[in-house]
Each structure stands twice: as C-alpha cells, then as structure tokens.
C-alpha cells in the first residue's frame, strides 16, 4: 500500500492525482488486476472525471456549491457541514483496473482528488491487487 500526499491550495478545488496514483501502479509491480484509491478525509472526496476541459470541474464545483448551500440551520460547531456532505456525495474510494501496469481510464478520464475545506495536507492511499 502506498501513501500519496496531495497539498491543497484553496478553500475548493479538485487536484488531478492521476500521474501519482500511476507511480504508485508502477512502484507495485502489479502488471493485471485493480487499483483501490481511498481518502482517508471526512471534508475531502475523489471522484474519476473529465481532464480535457478544466470548465468541467469549476462547474461540479459550481454544482455541489448550489446542491449544497451554507444553510444557518446546520449545528455541526466547526461549521464545515458542506465540507462532510459534499464529501459524502462525491464518495471515498475508487476502484480502477489495471492492465499492462497501467491505469485503464477513458482518453478524456483523470482522477482526482476533491478538497472541500482547504488547504490542508491531505493523504490518499493506493493498494494494487494482482489478478485478471
């Protein structure tokens, strides 16, 4: 298992993670199989989306803050509330296959790692499973 750090630099933003998480393939061995990626964060998430087009992930971003206003109503006291539900919708953990030893993602594809209540240091871990 391999642990990736990933520093952010704003309240919001996603940080494509993809060329870290293929070291991390390649430093494995694995050559067939799956790669598990995890964040180990409760304001933070990833998700797998578009690379080619940098508008697509200010528009999630967009999205998430317009499904997910500040509402007055929220008691959690460090006032993050967004942060956790956001988190929550975008997920902790993806799975991706692994072929030649390489991450098997669609041409436009990256993964990325989704900061909500940035900066901070941030880790995500990678464990490759050998099988076909």
Not at 105 to 130: K, M, N, S
Request: aromatic share 6%; charged share 15%.
């Amino acid at each position: 298992m391999k642990q990736i750090g990933v520093k952010t630099t704003q309240h919001e933003q996603f940080v494509n993670i993809t060329d870290l998480v293929q070291q991390a393939v390649s430093a494995s061995g694995v050559k067939g199989g799956m790669c598990f990626i995890n964040c180990a964060h409760t304001t933070a998430g990833l998700t797998i989306n578009e690379n080619a087009d940098p508008d697509v992930v200010h528009d999630i971003i967009l999205a998430l803050d317009t499904l997910v206003p500040g509402l007055r109503g929220f008691r959690h006291v460090e006032g993050n509330s967004t942060a956790h539900i956001k988190s929550s919708l975008m997920g902790q953990s993806l799975a991706v296959p692994v072929h030649n030893g390489m991450l098997q993602l669609g041409t436009w594809q990256a993964v990325y790692f989704c900061e909500f209540d940035g900066p901070r240091d941030r880790h995500v871990w990678v464990r490759c499973i050998a099988g076909e």
